[in-house]
Structures are given as C-alpha cells and as structure tokens.
C-alpha cells in the first residue's frame, strides 16, 4: 500500500511541472461543486486560496 507522504509529494512535483493544467481542473471542480451543493461564493473562495497557494510557491508546503 502507498504511503500517504509519497502520494502527497508525487501531488505536489505534478502540480509543479503542470501548474496551469491543474488550476483548470479545481476551477471546473468548483463549477461543479457550486452547480450541485450551491454556495458558489464560499467554494470560488476555497478554489482562489488553492489557485493563490499554488502560483505562489510551485504547489510547495
């Protein structure tokens, strides 16, 4: 079985080497998220945290 760590630091080298590919994908889980549960303010916010964190320093703790 995979070691959380290791899944997380395979996480983390793709969102570095495919930053763009992977804010595409949250804001189409936030559309999707804020088309079924509603709440779209709260999850737009959630999803520009994530986009912010990941643009900031490579997707790196």
Same mark, same amino acid.
């Given at each position: 079985? !995979? *070691?959380? $760590?290791?899944?997380?630091?395979k996480? /983390?080298?793709?969102?570095?080497?495919? %930053? %763009?590919?992977? %804010? =595409? =994908? #949250?804001? /189409? !889980? $936030?559309?999707?998220? =804020?088309?079924k549960?509603?709440?779209? %303010?709260?999850?737009? /916010? $959630?999803?520009d945290k #994530? +986009? *912010?964190?990941?643009? +900031?320093?490579?997707? !790196?703790?």
């Amino acid at each position: 079985m !995979a *070691d959380f $760590g290791d899944m997380a630091d395979k996480a /983390k080298d793709y969102a570095d080497d495919h %930053e %763009e590919q992977v %804010e =595409g =994908g #949250l804001d /189409k !889980a $936030g559309d999707a998220a =804020g088309d079924k549960f509603g709440h779209e %303010e709260q999850i737009d /916010k $959630g999803v520009d945290k #994530l +986009d *912010d964190r990941i643009g +900031d320093d490579g997707g !790196a703790n």
